[in-house]
């Protein structure tokens, strides 16, 4: 089993940017799971964002968000990153990451098995 820690949300200027961490703690590696990040803003379902395969070798994007946002990892920490520019007010939302057992490049939170409790963000004048 795997527990995660979002961080890094804050208040930002439209086209901004924003480093949110993953902290997976646990016996395991997050090397073992396949990473995903979401968001959920008031009054809308979650979404997906980004993912990642286990080695970190493959991402995949929602298209709201590619050449705006990248996915990385720092297997030493144990540390997942979502690295957010050009942010814009629709961008604001609480942002989760999750871990998934098998497979990778899942788009639908169903797919995911573990959850963090989410970092809000907010993109404002």
């Known amino acids: 089993q795997v527990q995660l820690v979002e961080s890094g949300g804050g208040l930002v200027q439209p086209g901004g940017s924003l480093r949110l961490s993953c902290a997976a703690s646990g016996r395991t590696n997050i090397n073992n799971y396949a990473m995903g990040w979401f968001r959920q803003a008031p009054g809308k379902e979650r979404e997906f964002v980004g993912g990642?395969?286990?080695?970190?070798?493959?991402?995949n994007y929602a298209d709201s968000v590619k050449g705006r946002f990248t996915i990385s990892r720092d297997n030493a920490k144990n540390t997942m990153y979502l690295q957010m520019n050009s942010l814009k007010p629709e961008d604001a939302a609480v942002y989760y990451c999750?871990?998934?057992?098998?497979?990778?490049?899942?788009?639908?939170?169903?797919?995911?098995?573990?959850w963090g409790q989410g970092t809000q963000v907010t993109v404002s004048a």
């Open positions: 990642g395969s286990r080695n970190g070798g493959g991402t």
């Open positions: 999750a871990a998934a057992l098998y497979g990778w490049g899942y788009v639908r939170p169903q797919d995911y098995d573990y």
